[in-house]
């Protein structure tokens, strides 16, 4: 049998297993470990072995769990819900207000967590009830609540660019300060969407009547001060790592140290809530974990294969395909993925077969994750299985139908190609942030 029948029936094999429901790192892990078995004998076990003890000795995932825990404490502590009622209050009054603050939220959301769920999450619970009750239209915010809760991924502390750097073996840091910008860019088209159409038509984004909009300026004030917090903390933590004061694991220390000193000190500090934090950071962490270490035998095995040569030759040889061409197909086979696979399976999946390939074309792998975490983004909100369209059908309420939540994410994902689209044409736009910093 050949290598390249072999890598076939390898990937096909895995995504048969998916389709059948069973656990990401599950599927990856055993094709993985049967086909080295098979292939290499009992020598072969040592690829799984090798994989466990590089992914321990890896130290920069040590950022993984802090992160999530100091999304996650903030959350549980009611700190995240405070930003919400500072954009409640300051934004409320033009149309479109609460929606655009809703926007924001999910910016910051992302700069504390770094997981689209969890944007999803407070979105869904915090924003989507009172952006109904107020009278907003459903269409338009459920889709805002999914566009803004992808952002995670983008923003930094993402974790799916940590998992993108040590598949890549790239800098983490270049990777965050790479999606600054993107990220900034693409909720500015957001913003700049929901204010266009709310002013076009008004009844979608109502503005609060004249006795909400009635708040003292003391009580304007006290909310500012407690929306500021979070992003006090995130700003803190991301400029001690920027000024070269802290280290990447460092910094990841310092921002779940303060989002727990924050929570004592606002008196939001219980047993439930350290308990819900540890829960979930935990469960998180670890389907992570064993991701990775599915995803390091897979890529072990394929590299032993030669697969990564074969479509080089199959691309550029063969069809005669430009390094452009190449890209593009790359990127509409990520979409198509993502309509049954979450961003880290689609990581774990081709990266290992994608990332020598853009390096042998000529671009910069820095900028390739970018890309391909915007395309992760777009993917998420695709019909018919996107990642976000399910998550947001589970925690709607009742009225939000799942033909709704479909008609929702059509101009946002438009929005996306068009992001997607421009970072793609002008390259700085990712690279210019972490080449200024690391220059220096």
Known sequence: MSYELIALLMFSSMMLMLLTGQRVFAAIGSVAVIASLLLWGDGGSEIAFGAAMKLMKWYPLLTLPLFIYMGYMLSESGIAEDLYKMFHVWMGPIHGGLAIGTILLMVAISAMNGLSVAGMAIGASIALPELLRRGYDKIMVTGVIQAGSSLGILVPPSVVLVLYGMIARQPVGQLWLAGVLPGLLMASMFIIYIVVRCKIQPHLGPALSKEERNVPMSEKLKLLRAGILPLAIFFSMTGLFLMGVTSLVESSAVGALAATIAAIVKRRMTKEVMENTLRKTLAISCMFMWIILAALCFGAVFDG?????????????????????????????????????????????????????????????????????????????????????????????????????????VPFVLIMICALAIVMAFPQIALWLPEWHYSR
């Open 305 to 409: 294969l030669g697969a990564v040569k074969a479509i080089e030759a199959l691309f550029i040889d063969r069809l005669g395909l430009t390094p452009w061409e190449v890209l593009i197909l790359m990127q509409l086979s990520y979409l198509i993925m993502g309509t049954f696979l979450d961003d880290t399976a689609m990581l774990v999946i081709v990266a290992p077969l994608y990332v020598p390939l853009v390096k042998i074309l000529g671009f910069d792998l820095i900028w390739y994750g970018v890309l391909y975490t915007i395309t992760c983004q777009i993917a998420y909100m695709t019909p018919p299985f996107g990642y976000n369209l399910f998550l947001m059908r589970a925690m709607a309420p009742p009225e939000v139908s799942l033909t709704d939540i479909y008609r929702s994410i």
